[in-house]
């Protein structure tokens, strides 16, 4: 025999769910955000690599000055720029080998990088010949210096060339390393998107599922407990907290000749004789105070006639609030006609037992 298997626990299945969504959430975003500055270095040292190629450019144009100024002056502000030059080179290019050493990513690597040890033997030679400019007097420098034409021809062909390259070559590492991380996001993305519906399987469409059952199950007691009211003999009614009738079944409009819309919104002081309403006020606070009452009073019928009933009241508790009484009402009139009819039974018997006695 087959039994049938317990279902999941949705609380705990729920919470499983999103603590990995919390934990993915986290991990890609510290993964994003290392891509991103890692992007953003790329960036800096392509930066770099241009602003090599401008500084390249003014130390062979300021080493050029220092041979074709006119005066002192002059030349020893052409000197004071070519060292200004010289040093943010350097910086530069220590900056371009010490990045991509720690994050290869980012730059070029300097490990088996033919590019990277082309770079750094150009710029090597290119300072080495721009200090030798800065350490020659100004009376033994020429236009037909060694280190001043070397400046020249290597600002103008090979180590412009050797920049380019690095630049173009960072500038792909850079555009690739922004795919995958465009990549990464999509997928995050996705993932994140199966995982809701995953949640969505698992916790949401069984949990509906039950749901519908639940009300279906309340609808079918709720009618099953409508026909017992509309069906039993007795008398019903549900009143609210101020005492006004929410309900009543078919016996009770029956039991005082009205219909049951006619009682809506009434009250059972307006359908009892005046003098059983101090019998009413009681019953009603006993029940607003939360306890059951019992007792016997006359209803008025529409035609005026009473009709001598016991009520049955029990408060209505939602919560901790009095929210009205259920009550139910018993027609006592052939019990007091049964009573009656006892009564003068025995009252002639008893006038029949005075007559035989002499």
Request: charged share 20%.
């Amino acid at each position: 025999m087959s039994t049938e298997q317990p279902p999941p626990n949705l609380r705990a299945v729920l919470y499983s769910v999103v603590a990995v969504i919390a934990v993915f959430g986290g991990l890609s975003n510290v993964f994003l955000a290392r891509g991103m500055a890692q992007i953003q270095d790329g960036m800096a040292l392509v930066n770099t690599t241009s602003r090599q190629q401008m500084l390249a450019e003014q130390v062979a144009r300021y080493a050029g000055q220092l041979v074709t100024a006119l005066t002192s002056e002059e030349r020893q502000q052409a000197r004071l720029h070519l060292k200004g030059s010289v040093t943010q080179m350097q910086e530069g290019h220590q900056r371009l080998s010490q990045d991509p050493h720690s994050n290869p990513q980012t730059g070029l690597s300097q490990e088996k990088d033919p590019v990277f040890s082309r770079l750094t033997a150009e710029v090597q030679d290119y300072l080495a010949a721009a200090n030798s400019i800065l350490l020659t007097s100004d009376a033994q420098l020429t236009r037909r210096n060694a280190d001043i034409r070397q400046l020249q021809q290597q600002a103008s062909t090979s180590l412009t060339v050797v920049l380019g390259e690095a630049n173009t070559r960072m500038e792909l590492q850079n555009a690739e390393h922004a795919r995958q991380i465009n990549a990464f996001a999509w997928l995050r993305l996705g993932s994140i998107l199966a995982l809701l519906l995953g949640l969505s399987l698992i916790i949401f469409r069984p949990l509906e599922r039950r749901i519908r059952q639940i009300q279906e199950h309340l609808i079918q007691e709720r009618d099953f407990a409508q026909q017992i009211m509309t069906t039993v003999a007795q008398g019903l009614s549900v009143t609210d907290a101020q005492g006004r009738f929410e309900y009543v079944n078919p016996a009770y409009a029956h039991m005082l000749g009205v219909s049951q819309k006619s009682l809506l919104e009434r009250t059972p002081f307006e359908i009892t004789f005046e003098e059983e309403h101090e019998v009413l006020s009681r019953a009603k606070a006993q029940e607003d105070h939360g306890q059951s009452s019992s007792y016997e009073t006359r209803l008025r019928r529409a035609d005026g006639t009473a009709v001598p009933v016991l009520v049955t009241g029990a408060p209505r508790i939602a919560g901790s609030r009095h929210s009205g009484t259920i009550v139910s009402i018993t027609d006592l009139t052939e019990q007091k006609e049964n009573e009656q009819t006892v009564l003068t039974l025995a009252a002639l018997s008893h006038s029949l037992e005075q007559e035989r006695i002499p």
